[in-house]
């Protein structure tokens, strides 16, 4: 691809991106966020891929922007907010309180780019190539699970245990105990007898 | 390429792996209970916990150098005395927080394996940050340990307060571990993509306003974790909510590995422009609020959760130090202030526990008259109270007397000022329930969880070990010089 055209792609993305996430924290309703959220993930992927990390964007896609995001929506349908459900509209001074706080995270991280020697260094290389060079194995599934399961395997399994925590964790919080589940449901059953009489 | 494990390597993480495997152990071997045996106190999960924890520990001992073990896997981890040191720590904290939660959580009427898998589990990952050498182990293993202490934090889901301090926790601990990661990126950026401590440290992008972000980022991560001021907003409500046991255990236990791995990322990297400043400037505030703050708790438990981030405070003074070029030497205090606090620490929440029958009891008044009933409980929990306060003869003397003592000796005065003047305003609340245990009598007739011997057993032997460390301080102090200069290999 020349550089051209990929200059302009990732300006498009980096636009949709940072547009979709405002909207992602502004609107009220959590439907919209989600669909934003995976729009934002989508721009994310495009970056991804052009820098030349194609599995990483393949995976951005299907694992967020597919599979969790169809996690997420599935869960805001089971609660179905309401109007009424939806949090207040916030006031002026929190919004303005949050604005100040972005507001100084974005200019203390624009300093620290801007003010960058690496960042300067490698810019002093010319706009093209944009990104050094790579070898053509770079980003591939044969690069990434060579990396993955040689250089990074005790993080690999370290990993497992997170999961593992994960998941006890939620099958505690989430579970109630054999006598709030019969009383729940003997609830529910007295609940019909008395709709049948 | 071929894939293989070196010796080293597996004995670098025999510790973290026996913790896991006791973590599953314990899940097992409660497979198929019946929910009503969550009144009893099965004493088959803290046998297998205090086999699991005593292993671990003594596969700390298997390795004699003491000197770095150079890089192993790749750079993701370490096996140097320093490291051991941390994960000694860790195992200790963990051994007698499954002792203490068997009874604790039965007379509450919910004792699951969760709870002690959780303790296991969150102990592996954190002798693990303790020894990790690049910036994804670190970031894996807090994050491993901050979910096995956020589902610990909430365990008593039908309690509000409980609730309510772990969803803080969690989307506060969420945040911060974004801070974390983003500081991360932008030293891997700064340093021309390197992600080992090793590499980052030999690296010329030090100078480089990306990497003083960066580590800017990465502190803020750390001081979440820690509990310093600014960011220690979570602390209170989750120590109020949390199971007692629990709050011993993440009180200890996440500080001690937070804090041994800030000390040795900080001590690798240099950190970045005025970042000792800044911690200075941290340092005292968290001395100060922490101390002020729990001048008037009635809640013991708030009182202990103003008094950890306080003892932060003192912890953060050997990092300035060190950072301002006087080299590694002045972090040496950090180990030795970790065991002390650890031992006092642990015998608080054991009588903390003890008084807590059928619901949490953690006033200061609910005391009263306890030296009558239980002297031993009484005794434990004064020499706790009296080492936090920093009075001579303990362990928390000590380490202030090491801390402060470095800091004069650099030129940090007014550093050792703030802390003196903290230490001594908190002489007050820590004499308050010395008062009410000694000097009142019960209100109604005392009763204390039942069947306690995990209980007084730590009260017992943390005590003990506090007024150990007290008089008997010079190995632990020569260990942790030795730790600290085996850092750099």
């Given amino acids: ?197 | 390429m071929e894939l293989t494990i070196s010796g080293a390597e597996i004995l670098a993480i025999l510790p973290a792996g026996i913790l896991v495997v006791t973590g599953l152990a314990q899940l097992f071997a409660d497979l198929g209970r019946s929910a009503e045996d969550k009144h009893s106190e099965k004493t088959h999960l803290a046998m297998i916990g205090v086999t699991g924890f005593l292993l671990a520990f003594a596969a700390l001992f298997v390795q004699g150098s003491e000197a770095s073990a150079g890089e192993l896997y790749a750079g993701a981890m370490t096996d140097d005395l320093f490291g051991r040191m941390g994960a000694g720590v860790v195992i200790m904290t963990g051994l007698f927080s499954t002792l203490m939660a068997g009874s604790y959580l039965a007379s509450r009427g919910s004792n699951s394996a969760e709870f002690t898998a959780l303790i296991s589990f969150g102990a592996g990952s954190m002798a693990l940050l303790c020894q990790a050498t690049n910036l994804i182990s670190i970031f894996v293993a807090i994050e491993t340990l901050s979910l096995a202490v956020y589902v610990m934090a909430g365990y008593f889901k039908d309690e509000q307060a409980a609730s309510e301090g772990a969803f803080k926790y969690f989307v506060l601990g969420a945040f911060s571990s974004g801070f974390l990661l983003l500081g991360m990126a932008f030293i891997y950026g700064a340093t021309g993509g390197s992600v080992s401590l090793t590499d980052i440290a030999a690296s010329n992008g030090q100078q480089d306003t990306l990497f003083s972000v960066g580590t800017l980022l990465v502190l803020i991560g750390f001081a979440f974790k820690v509990g310093a001021v600014p960011f220690h907003s979570w602390v209170p409500d989750v120590y109020q909510g949390a199971p007692v046991v629990a709050v011993g255990w993440m009180a200890v236990a996440v500080k001690a590995s937070s804090l041994f791995c800030l000390c040795r990322f900080l001590l690798f990297t240099g950190g970045g422009h005025d970042l000792a400043q800044l911690l200075a400037a941290i340092s005292v505030v968290t001395m100060l609020l922490g101390n002020l703050a729990a001048l008037n708790q009635q809640s013991l438990k708030r009182m202990m959760a103003y008094s950890g981030i306080a003892h932060t405070g003192y912890l953060l003074i050997p990092l300035v130090i060190a950072l301002s070029g006087d080299g590694p030497s002045a972090a040496a205090s950090i180990p030795f202030y970790m065991f002390a606090y650890a031992a006092t620490t642990l015998a608080a929440f054991g009588v903390l526990a003890a008084i807590s029958v059928g619901s949490d009891r953690d006033q200061i008044h609910d005391l009263d008259g306890l030296a009558k009933n239980r002297p031993l409980l009484a005794l434990g929990f004064t020499v706790a109270l009296l080492s936090l306060a920093g009075i001579p003869l303990t362990a928390g003397f000590i380490g202030k007397l090491l801390i402060l003592s470095d800091a004069i000796q650099h030129g940090f005065l007014l550093l050792a000022l703030v802390g003196i003047i903290a230490s001594l305003i908190s002489v007050y609340f820590y004499l308050r329930p010395v008062v009410s245990m000694w000097f009142r009598e019960p209100k109604s007739s005392f009763e204390l969880v039942s069947s306690s011997w995990g209980l007084t057993f730590t009260v017992a032997v943390c005590g003990f070990a506090t007024v150990c460390f007290g008089l008997f301080p010079d190995w632990l102090i020569d260990l942790s010089k030795r730790s600290v200069e085996a850092i750099l290999g």
């Fill in chain 1, 1 to 197: 691809m020349s550089p051209g055209i990929e200059q302009l792609f990732f300006g498009i993305a980096a636009v949709v991106a940072t547009v979709s996430s405002l909207l992602v924290v502004t609107r009220r309703n959590p439907i919209y966020s989600a669909m934003f959220l995976i729009v934002m993930f989508a721009a994310v992927s495009v970056i991804f891929m052009l820098l030349d990390a194609t599995f990483l964007g393949f995976m951005q896609l299907l694992v967020y922007a597919g599979a969790i995001m169809v996690l997420y929506l599935f869960v805001i349908m089971l609660i179905n907010p309401r109007e009424g459900d939806l949090p207040e509209e916030s006031g002026v001074t929190e919004k303005s309180f949050a604005a100040g706080i972005a507001l100084l995270i974005f200019s203390l991280l624009s300093f620290a780019i801007s003010h960058s020697n690496e960042v300067e260094r490698l810019s002093s290389l010319g706009p093209i190539p944009l990104i050094p060079e790579v070898s053509a194995s770079h980003g591939t599934i044969r690069a990434f699970g060579l990396e993955l399961f040689q250089k990074h395997l005790l993080v690999f399994e370290l990993t497992s245990v997170l999961v593992l925590v994960g998941i006890i964790g939620a099958v505690h919080l989430a579970s109630r105990g054999r006598k709030d589940r019969s009383t729940a449901s003997s609830g529910a059953g007295e609940g019909l007898v008395n709709t049948d009489v």
